[in-house]
């Protein structure tokens, strides 16, 4: 079968600096970094003939991808010391895009995946912080609903001021663990109201939905005007990195 996932982590990498027009640029340079032993976050990067496959097949994988993803996965729990969807001991993902050249702020992002009612418990536990942990969750369904979903993200900020208001506070940061729980609670109650649908609480469809999301970015309006405006072909696709998560919003800084 063909290979379309490589993976990197604990100081190995299946591609390397050479394989931009396969991995894109984010993947090719995290592989060179693996390589280099600089201690990067384990994951792996989908290639980007998997976005031109899904592109020209009306959004059909190519065969042998989902066992491949699979196996990524339980590679990087088994670096990571973490299982995808454990209550206990969580392993959370970041989704990016990555083409073979910078095309920065066109194409989507999804981090915190792997969060939901059970995992978010290991998350308090592992880090001693609910607020945090909430905050994060937060973050998350805001993402992926914007994202993958198509709900329109000023709903959810549009709460969160809302919220700000009934505490007299103006800073996010000033908001508590059980502000952020009360607006988990009301931003899933957005999702069913805009989508007829339950929030996605199963790790697994989180990330496929994630993965579908980053290659139909490729196809978004902002993307086809960039390509247009800096003549980068259409069929150049772009690769899906799939990343442990590394958290930037645990100290008061980051609000």
């Avoid at 600096?17 to 990067?40: H, Q, W, Y």
């Avoid at 042998?64 to 010391?81: A, D, I, N, T, W």
Wanted: glycine share 10%.
């Amino acid at each position: 079968a063909k290979k379309y996932v490589y993976f990197f982590g604990a100081g190995k990498a299946g591609g390397n600096s050479r394989m931009r027009n396969l991995l894109g640029g984010k993947g090719c340079d995290l592989a060179e970094m693996t390589n280099l032993k600089i201690p990067v976050p384990a994951g792996f990067t989908i290639t980007t003939e998997v976005c031109t496959t899904y592109s020209e097949n009306k959004k059909k994988y190519p065969s042998g991808l989902k066992e491949q993803v699979k196996k990524g996965l339980s590679q990087v729990e088994k670096v990571m010391g973490a299982k995808f969807g454990d209550p206990k001991n969580p392993l959370l993902l970041s989704v990016r895009s990555g083409a073979r050249v910078s095309m920065p702020g066109m194409m989507d992002t999804i981090l915190n995946l792997g969060l939901n009612d059970r995992t978010i418990q290991g998350l308090i536990v592992n880090f001693g912080d609910e607020r945090f942990a909430y905050d994060s969750y937060r973050r998350f369904i805001q993402m992926y609903s914007d994202v993958v979903l198509g709900v329109h993200r000023g709903k959810m900020e549009d709460k969160i001021s809302e919220k700000k208001r009934q505490n007299g506070v103006k800073l996010d940061i000033e908001l508590t663990a059980e502000d952020w729980k009360e607006l988990v609670a009301e931003f899933k109650a957005i999702v069913q109201q805009d989508t007829g649908k339950s929030f996605p609480e199963e790790p697994e469809k989180q990330l496929w939905g994630s993965i579908g999301a980053v290659f139909e970015s490729w196809d978004n309006p902002r993307a086809i005007t960039y390509r247009k405006l800096n003549k980068i072909p259409d069929d150049w696709g772009t690769a899906v990195n799939v990343q442990t998560m590394v958290f930037g919003n645990m100290g008061g800084e980051n609000a």
